[in-house]
């Protein structure tokens, strides 16, 4: 069956550090893969898109990989700051788009 | 950006009533929609399909009875939860755009439904 991974549930850094959050998938062949961010009672908000033949994306202080062959991203927060705290979603999409269950940030001041 | 308006943002009301919840795309047509639902702590799941003017499509193990969905313009979908009981209480979200796979979805900012 199709899963999508996300391997830490919660993760606790010091502002000024960078989080890496990891995403795993398997039992699909993705042309994309998206990450959202999700604030407590909010609806996902879109944060980048990345293509199967792209291995890096930046924006600002965001930076995504993504691995075919592994069949992971990885979704790294430079220069973290407390408002960076937040649940952070990967999402495939074959005929409709699935999400992992997220990871939590918490940016310590 | 694009921008997708949910209502009501939180319901609570008695077991047996329906609730209607309304999401709208404010700054474009949308011929599509979709319906999540989300348990604490847990991924979304997708419910439906919202296609304008024509059957909502169901995700496996969703009752189309008791969610019943309406896309009657390309810029409102509605999803009526009928004859709501407690099991049913959880944050229900909807989504539009992401018409093709390079493209995001936008969301709404979710309806927290408690049925007492």
């Known amino acids: 069956s199709q899963k999508i991974e996300q391997n830490s549930e919660a993760l606790n850094i010091q502002e000024g550090k960078t989080a890496t959050l990891t995403c795993n998938y398997t039992?699909?062949?993705?042309?994309?893969l998206q990450w959202y961010r999700q604030d407590p009672g909010r609806g996902p908000v879109f944060l980048l898109l990345?293509?199967?033949?792209?291995k890096e994306k930046r924006k600002e202080r965001l930076k995504v990989t993504f691995d075919t062959t592994l069949k992971q991203s990885l979704f790294h927060i430079t220069a973290s700051q407390p408002a960076d705290s937040a649940t952070y979603l990967c999402?495939?999409?074959?005929?409709?788009?699935?999400f992992g269950a997220g990871t939590t940030v918490t940016v310590r001041a | 950006g694009a921008v997708v308006s949910q209502h009501p943002s939180r319901v609570i009301c008695k077991s047996g009533t329906s609730v209607k919840i309304e999401c709208r795309s404010l700054?474009?047509?949308?011929?599509?929609m979709f319906w999540y639902r989300q348990f604490p702590k847990k991924s979304l799941m997708l419910m439906a399909t919202?296609?304008?003017?024509?059957?909502?499509?169901?995700e496996q193990g969703v009752e189309k009875d008791k969610f019943l969905i309406n896309h009657a313009s390309l810029t409102l979908s509605t999803l009526t939860v009928t004859s709501a009981h407690p099991e049913d209480s959880s944050f229900y979200i909807c989504?539009?755009?992401?018409?093709?796979?390079?493209?995001?979805?936008?969301f709404g900012d979710g309806t927290r439904l408690s049925i007492l």
């Open positions: 989504s539009a755009g992401g018409a093709e796979y390079n493209q995001p979805q936008h």
């Open positions: 039992n699909y062949s993705p042309a994309y």
């Open positions: 990345i293509r199967e033949n792209e």
């Open positions: 999402a495939l999409r074959d005929y409709k788009l699935s």
């Open positions: 700054d474009f047509q949308a011929t599509t």
């Open positions: 919202s296609n304008e003017g024509s059957k909502a499509t169901y």
